[in-house]
């Protein structure tokens, strides 16, 4: 089984939780549990979860005490496990598999155990590769159960609150944020999960794929080995294990292969009318109308912390201090991977010609593909990090890395907020940063004999980057808020002209926020959501039931009717729905219609302008899964009647030059 697979899993049972409050303290507890059992808590990844339900607790859906006692029994039930599992098999678990396979794993959590004693039961449970191994090898050595309970619940309380209160902290966020502006709470709360998986990535790289690869290498190479062909004798020396990089070189080799080729995909994927150039257009509405004035200026300095000034003295500090310490080779790696990495921005920049979303710089930077700030310090970090994590332990290189990639993600995310770039050029610009770092590290990671001081390279990179960036943001900042100010682009039409002709300027199917084109549209309408809606509801449509728990809870009942069940909420272009509605037709059929907002503007007689809205609409089937679970589906293929919208005031019904048809209507 797959991280990927179980992460993906565990992220259904997050959505379960929500809509059983009830169960949500079981599922817990066995979550908790599964963690802490000898050996299968290697491969259970409980954050998810945990942070998940914490996330809940924050959004007022969960009891942070019941779930917090029900999280600790949990941790403490799965560690005695453990221990009793240690207690009675002795060394008889060396011969159980995957032990016999891999003893490292049991070796690492003895030397652990034999060098804190019982301290390692409490400091054990937060150190990942060892945690679900301690609590056996305390079984194992005889430990006093008396002893061992003390740090097992000890332990188990501060490791419960330290999972559930980060996912607290951001739900009340979340919460706080969406009372004011739900775009912003889901864009948050996806900045938020994008870091969490990025996390998670690393950490399983970290401390279980690295180990597992490194146990399989001799067999890889001598499989190689045996063949006679010159490719398969080059894999077998260039690999063999007692080369010290050739971990690192399998690893980085690895990365190559997946982040380069993604970064051409993406070079294609941006020309104008492909899929991602639309995703793009959605994505970029959907942040600029969620902005807010105090998170512009907090995305405003984060930004400018990544400029060019600022990487440049980092860049400066850091490469001085390494040729001062006579890291000739290392330094030499380091300026120029920054220095390459910065013309290949330029050069790229120059061939795609990609316009921003809005106007910023000149000349080569006026261009949009890739993002110069997120290549920029995607390598100057990351290169960083491999020199900082050089020779460390398993639990400081997740960190470090961990650290790193939150730095380049936030800057990157600062980008697509401000308007500044598209998601694509920011995607593509982490994927061509890490591969250089990838590169990096293949080439030079493996150095030994060039001692750097590790511990003052981080506090001179960190003191350079503070300093540059607090005179940059106190210099600079009124320009930069000035640039990144919030821009109207909206396309000013006569009423009168809209009616006869213009009307072919609005688009004939919604793009979601994947770029995709979806279900046509099918009303043009000039007067409000508010008219509209007391309209419809005179032809039989009702308000939408809205998304809940107690709403969503109808999804997994096998009677709940189409008219109670919510419909998800389509987005047009990044604009959320305006008005949604729902015409029950009987208890297994519905029409949904979905209304959104424009960049389009009607001007009347009199110069007064008001907003244009288009709406589309899917016949909808329930589905009833195995008689207990109530699903949707529907058929985009299938043309909209469009009988009732010609009903509404000053109806006029076009046709299209593809055949589809579209009602222009308002008062």
Not at 98 to 114: M, T, V
């Amino acid at each position: 089984m797959s991280a990927d697979f179980v992460t993906t899993f565990l992220n259904h049972v997050v959505v379960f939780i929500a809509a059983n409050p009830s169960l949500a303290g079981f599922i817990c507890f066995f979550v908790a549990m599964g963690e802490a059992l000898f050996l299968i808590g290697l491969v259970f990844p409980s954050t998810v979860v945990l942070v998940g339900a914490g996330t809940l607790i924050g959004l007022g859906e969960l009891n942070f005490l019941s779930i917090f006692i029900w999280t600790t029994a949990g941790a403490v039930t799965g560690d005695a496990f453990s221990y009793w599992f240690g207690y009675f098999y002795k060394d008889r678990v060396r011969s159980i598999w995957p032990l016999s396979k891999y003893p490292d794993w049991l070796q690492r959590g003895e030397d652990y155990f034999a060098e804190h004693g019982g301290k390692s039961i409490f400091i054990g449970r937060f150190v990942p590769g060892v945690k679900s191994v301690v609590p056996g090898i305390a079984g194992m050595a005889d430990m006093s159960f008396r002893r061992f309970t003390f740090f097992n619940v000890t332990s188990a309380l501060a490791w419960s609150a330290i999972h559930l209160l980060p996912g607290v902290l951001a739900g009340s966020a979340l919460f706080a944020i969406g009372e004011f502006n739900t775009r912003l709470a889901v864009i948050f709360g996806g900045l938020l999960l994008f870091l969490l998986v990025s996390i998670a990535m690393i950490r399983w790289l970290i401390m279980f794929i690295l180990p597992v690869v490194g146990d399989s290498h001799q067999a890889i190479v001598s499989w190689f080995s045996r063949r006679p062909n010159r490719f398969s004798q080059w894999i077998a020396h260039t690999y063999d294990p007692e080369n010290p990089r050739s971990v690192g070189m399998l690893v980085s080799a690895f990365f190559l292969l997946v982040t380069l080729p993604g970064f051409i995909w993406f070079t294609g994927a941006v020309a104008p009318g492909m899929p991602m150039a639309r995703a793009d257009l959605a994505i970029s509405n959907f942040f600029q109308i969620a902005r807010t004035p105090v998170i512009d200026e907090i995305m405003v300095m984060i930004t400018m912390m990544g400029d060019g000034m600022v990487t440049a003295t980092v860049t400066f500090a850091a490469g001085i201090y390494l040729f001062a310490r006579k890291a000739w080779r290392r330094a030499t790696g380091f300026v120029i991977a920054i220095a390459s990495s910065s013309i290949f921005v330029v050069i790229t920049k120059a061939l795609i010609g990609r316009y921003r979303p809005i106007e910023l710089y000149s000349g080569a930077d006026s261009f949009s593909f890739p993002s110069g700030h997120a290549t920029i310090n995607t390598v100057l970090v990351g290169v960083l990090a491999v020199l900082a994590a050089h020779d460390r332990s398993r639990l400081t290189k997740t960190v470090v890395y961990s650290i790193a990639a939150t730095y380049a993600i936030l800057i990157g995310f600062s980008r697509i907020y401000l308007g500044a770039h598209w998601l694509s050029d920011v995607l593509a610009g982490l994927l061509f940063g890490a591969g250089t770092v990838f590169f990096f590290s293949f080439v030079f990671g493996h150095i030994h004999n060039e001692k750097i001081g590790r511990n003052a390279l981080i506090v001179i990179s960190v003191i350079a980057l503070a300093l540059a960036s607090v005179w940059h943001i106190n210099a600079n900042y009124a320009t930069a808020a000035k640039a990144y100010e919030p821009r109207s682009e909206s396309v000013v039409i006569q009423k009168s002209s809209w009616r006869v002709q213009d009307w072919r300027l609005l688009p004939a199917n919604r793009v979601s926020l994947s770029g995709d084109l979806e279900e046509p549209i099918i009303l043009q309408w000039s007067g409000t959501p508010e008219d509209l809606e007391l309209r419809m509801k005179k032809l039989g449509w009702q308000n939408a039931p809205e998304w809940s728990v107690p709403t969503a809870t109808g999804y997994l009942k096998g009677e709940t009717p189409a008219g109670a069940l919510p419909p998800v909420p389509h987005t047009n272009t990044g604009f959320l729905p305006a008005l949604t509605m729902v015409y029950e037709n009987d208890q297994d059929h519905r029409q949904v219609f979905w209304l959104w907002e424009t960049r389009f503007k009607l001007s009347g007689v009199n110069g007064t302008l008001s907003t244009l809205y288009i709406g589309g609409s899917l016949d909808e089937e329930t589905v009833r899964l195995f008689g207990e679970f109530s699903g949707l589906k529907s058929e985009d293929e299938i043309p909209a009647d469009l009988k009732m919208f010609n009903m509404l005031p000053n109806a006029s019904e076009k046709l299209r030059w593809d055949g589809s048809s579209v009602v222009i209507a308002g008062p």
